[in-house]
């Protein structure tokens, strides 16, 4: 089975302008979560999609958006970039949600903003 | 809220020699998972190894066990005969039971393997 994939790997963006990061789940995984990592937050939960609807959602600003279409491919959105928003976003899928059901993580998206 | 702390921001170990790396967490739940998840330069995490709360014996998977003191709260990683490729970012993480995918993870430790 293909693994889960992110797409593109590398963006450079300016401030104010938005984004949209794709994540593309391991074929039959209905889960799709996103974390943000950044060296002085770490890792950070920014939200998780099932079944086309947003589950559960991190402490993040509304300028951070996603959504999960019918295939279970999923995208994340940011608006109004700003200088922190440069991280390596992590995508991550799983069978079902919850419990011991591991989570599968993608190769990231390194995003820049300048 | 669940905190995971890894205070050990850096080790090394030399090559086919034992490590063992720390982490405690903070939860009021008294059923939950945790992982261990590793993160090589190539930054794709890869799950180490995972502890169901309720059972008491230590998972392991091949080199690598871990030491799960529920009451302590305590759950460290334990590499055996440890390899280069062993190298890594390494990241605990603490997953609750209800249906939720939000896991929250320690700041990580650098391992570095001498050979």
């Known amino acids: 089975k293909a693994g889960v994939t992110q797409t593109p790997r590398y963006l450079i963006k300016t401030r104010g302008q938005q984004v949209t990061l794709s994540c593309s789940p391991i074929s039959g995984h209905r889960s799709v979560s996103w974390y943000q990592q950044t060296p002085g937050q770490g890792l950070q939960f920014l939200f998780e999609y099932f079944s086309e609807t947003q589950r559960n959602k991190g402490n993040f600003p509304g300028r951070f958006s996603g959504r999960q279409f019918s295939n279970s491919r999923s995208e994340m959105n940011v608006s109004t970039l700003e200088l922190g928003d440069s991280a390596l976003y992590l995508c991550a899928s799983s069978l079902k949600r919850g419990g011991r059901d591991t989570q599968y993580f993608g190769p990231g998206t390194r995003l820049t903003v300048l | 809220a669940q905190t995971v702390t890894q205070s050990q921001p850096e080790m090394s170990v030399q090559e086919a020699e034992t490590v063992t790396l720390s982490c405690t967490y903070d939860t009021s739940e008294s059923d939950y998972y945790l992982f261990w998840y590793k993160q090589p330069p190539s930054r794709q995490m890869i799950l180490v190894i995972r502890q169901e709360a309720y059972k008491q014996q230590n998972a392991t998977e091949n080199r690598f066990s871990v030491n799960f003191q529920k009451a302590a709260k305590s759950f460290s990683l334990k590499i055996s005969d440890s390899q280069l490729g062993d190298a890594a970012m390494y990241f605990c993480?603490?997953?609750?039971?209800?249906?939720?995918?939000?896991?929250?993870f320690g700041a990580g430790t650098r391992l570095t393997v001498k050979p």
């Open positions: 993480a603490y997953r609750t039971t209800s249906n939720n995918n939000d896991m929250r």
